[in-house]
Structure formats: C-alpha cells, structure tokens
T-cell receptor, first 113, second 114 residues
C-alpha cells in the first residue's frame, strides 16, 4: 500500500527552540494533514493543506504542501512544554477515492531535561 | 471537540472470543472510519463507511468486520480475537465536501487479547 516516510522519528526540544519535521512519499498526494496526539487521547487535527505550494499557519505552527505534491513539512516556532506529544502527517493519495488517508509513523517530541 | 464516543475505552479479552467495539457520533457526518494504532506503524485503516450500510475494506481488514445500520453508529467486530489484534483502536469521522478528508478522532479503545 501507500507509504509515508515521516522524519525524524523522535526529537528533543528545549523551550524556545524552533522544531521542524517532514513527510515524504514516492507518489502524489491530493491532501496533506498534520495531527497531534497527546498521551491517552485521539489525534487532533492541526492543519489541512489542499494545494501544491500552499503554506498555512495555525498560531506557532506552519505547514506547507510541497510543490511536487510528494512531501509536506511542519514547523513549530518558539516551542513550549505543551508541544510535547506525537505528531502525525497524513495524506490522501491522488489515485485513492473514498477519502481514505494514509498516515506516517509519527514524530515523538520530548522535552530536553 | 467533535462528538465522537467510543466504547468501551478499555477491554481485556481472551484469544478466540468475539469482541465488538462501538463508535457513536452526534455530528451527523457521512463518513466513519476505524483505525488501529501500533508503535512504529502510525494509524492504519481497518474499514470505513461512506453511508448507512455502505462499507469498504481498508489496509488491514483481515479478521475484522463492520456494520453501520444508522448514521450515528459504526461497529467494529473481531470475530475471533487473536493476540496480534492487541492494539489501540480509533474511530474517526469526516463530512462530505471540500474538507471530507479532515478526519476527527475519538479517544480510542485499548484492547488487550490474552
């Protein structure tokens, strides 16, 4: 099936630092979504992207739909402790129908002690 | 928060027993999904529904069946649970239209098969 490669797998953040993560695929996607999951909870939608090249912000979060339609990135600026959690990218492959999403394996954000 | 309720939230069951997980939504959304989450795999689609009595298989459907007799309820059944089905199960919903891929998730059901 379709696969999304999400990187990094995990990272440590220090308060105030900027954070970047990305997702790549070998095939074209129509839609890119970014979710965050807190422990014991379901994923929560952060940003949705629908057009190649689209750059969208949600507070300190910025995400872009890659121009090739095969990648997306998420940036978090000036990180704070509550940013820790698991971040998932998700996309709808071009040839899929029925609104099925493919998810990356996730990026775990932890606090540097 | 999207009005999605999953039940039960936690379940321990024995190998070979049938198990049914329930997802109930109050949003009247057309599409409903069942995913499983396992370390290193992200979320993988088991089955989904695009309307009452209209369902289709996802990436990891073997060993699972679903039913949707009402817009608001989507049931996931493990006919004969196996240890490989120990996982966290999430229900999600989305609405028809431009944002129809914007899935909103329930809080999950942690299933342990012993």
């Amino acid at each position: 099936g379709q696969q999304l490669n999400q990187s990094p797998q995990s990272m440590f953040i220090q308060e105030g630092e900027d954070v970047s993560m990305n997702c790549t695929s070998s095939s074209i996607f129509n839609t890119w979504l970014w979710y965050k999951q807190d422990p014991g909870e379901g994923p929560v939608l952060l940003i949705a992207l629908y057009k190649a090249g689209e750059l969208t912000s949600n507070g300190r979060l910025t995400a872009q739909f890659g121009i090739t339609r095969k990648d997306s990135f998420l940036n978090i600026s000036a990180s704070i402790p509550s940013d820790v959690g698991i971040y998932f990218c998700a996309g709808q492959p071009k040839m899929e129908y029925g609104n099925k999403l493919v998810f990356g394996a996730g990026t775990i954000l932890r606090v540097k002690s | 928060d999207a009005g999605i309720t999953q039940s039960p939230r936690h379940k321990v069951t024995e190998t070979g027993t049938p198990v049914t997980l329930r997802c109930h939504q109050t949003e009247n959304h057309r599409y409903m999904y069942w995913y499983r989450q396992d370390p290193g795999h992200g979320l993988r689609l088991i089955h989904y529904s695009y309307g009452v009595k209209d369902t289709d298989k996802g990436e990891v459907s073997d060993g699972y069946s679903v039913s949707r007799s009402k817009t608001e309820d989507f049931l996931l059944t493990l006919e004969s649970a196996t240890s490989s089905q120990t996982s966290v199960y999430f229900c999600a919903i989305s609405e028809a239209g431009r944002g129809d891929t914007e899935a909103f998730f329930g809080q999950g059901t942690r299933l342990t098969v012993v």
